[in-house]
């Protein structure tokens, strides 16, 4: 059974995963008021700029008189220090709220304790780590960016039923769907909530992928490609320009526009440690890597992931690509008769 301060901070960690996909670079923040066992207030952050979930949860409250009686819950550590916004800290303070309940310490260096530290000096009564474990799974982007250097990584791809993920020659620049609509959705639900998507060179020429949102309601993910020759041209969806995309290259002098940004590395046996160093340069917390099966398979061996799913669909290729393999599914979930698998590195 849950303790009171569980319960309310469980409430914090609800209202923080509505702002998936919309606060990066920001954490996922969720806030409760309480007083005299009663939420009078409660909020979220919902984007980047944005008033933060404590700003929200205060401006909901009704009767302002009752905030130096009540307690604050919030599954991240108020922030100390102005970014877009002021700290939250000083909200908290200013309204002589007397007691704080904090999920989990926020690992960014700007922050780091000086929320906890301000606010114990400041005479509140602060009590630090209710459902730590939780409040940290919440904010695992934010988390991996902070403490690794490097964004959230997720596999993803779809094979047939006896393990292939593509046939070996077709007649349409298009993809071979493996996976049902509904599966599919669910793709484009993911992609709307992680900070950018990754491709190789040769997904784009078979398929010629848009790798948006259009079956889903949300932001397109920053498009990440792997173009080493510069094989693709501007005739491809992926250099349309409507979606901030960061094309990797080994050629030099590239030209470029505020859309369409190259970044010129050596493709060796550095590769995906190289690739990681440009998207933390651009502040990119998380990414889904959809392949081919080389990109995947290169992540894989060089153990630079943090979880894979893997849709079985309900179909055979009989010959084909094989996909790649992996160990320790830790979830299947059936989706119309295709089959999810989670796998997760704890590595």
Not at 13 to 18: S, V, Y
Not at 97 to 107: A, F, K
Not at 129 to 137: A, R, S, T
Request: aromatic share 8%; with cysteine; charged share 25%.
């Amino acid at each position: 059974m849950k303790s009171t301060e569980e319960f309310y901070i469980n409430r914090c960690i609800e209202l923080a995963k509505n702002g998936l996909g919309t606060t990066y670079p920001n954490p996922l923040v969720g806030s409760v008021i309480v007083y005299k066992g009663k939420i009078i207030g409660e909020g979220w952050h919902r984007k980047s700029g944005e008033a933060h979930a404590e700003v929200n949860a205060v401006n909901s409250v009704k009767d302002k008189s009752l905030l130096a009686k009540a307690t604050i819950y919030v599954s991240l550590e108020p922030c100390s220090h102005f970014g877009k916004t002021p700290p939250c800290c000083d909200l908290i303070i200013q309204h002589k709220i007397p007691s704080v309940v904090i999920g989990t310490v926020d690992p960014n260096s700007k922050v780091a304790g000086t929320g906890i530290k301000r606010l114990i000096e400041n005479g509140c009564q602060v009590t630090v780590g209710v459902l730590e474990n939780e409040c940290n799974e919440l904010n695992k982007r934010f988390f991996t960016f902070h403490n690794k250097k490097r964004p959230y990584i997720i596999l993803k791809w779809a094979e047939s039923v006896d393990g292939f993920m593509a046939p070996l020659t077709k007649e349409k620049q298009e993809p071979v769907w493996i996976s049902n609509i509904f599966s599919r959705q669910l793709v484009h639900k993911w992609r709307s909530e992680e900070q950018a998507i990754l491709v190789g060179t040769q997904t784009i020429l078979d398929d010629n992928p848009k790798l948006d949102v259009r079956d889903w309601t949300g932001e397109n993910p920053i498009r990440i490609v792997l173009d080493r020759t510069g094989k693709i041209s501007n005739a491809y969806f992926i250099k349309d320009g409507k979606t901030k995309t960061i094309i990797i290259t080994e050629k030099e002098n590239v030209t470029f526009d505020d859309n369409r940004i190259y970044e010129s590395i050596i493709f060796d046996s550095q590769l995906t440690k190289n690739i990681i160093g440009i998207l933390y340069k651009y502040g990119i917390q998380s990414i889904i890597v959809e392949g081919g099966k080389q990109t995947l398979q290169t992540f894989i061996e060089d153990n630079l992931w943090d979880e894979a799913r893997v849709f079985t669909g309900n179909i055979s290729l009989n010959e084909g690509i094989k996909a790649p393999q992996l160990n320790g599914i830790s979830k299947t979930t059936e989706i119309k008769g295709d089959q999810l698998k989670l796998f997760l590195n704890h590595d």
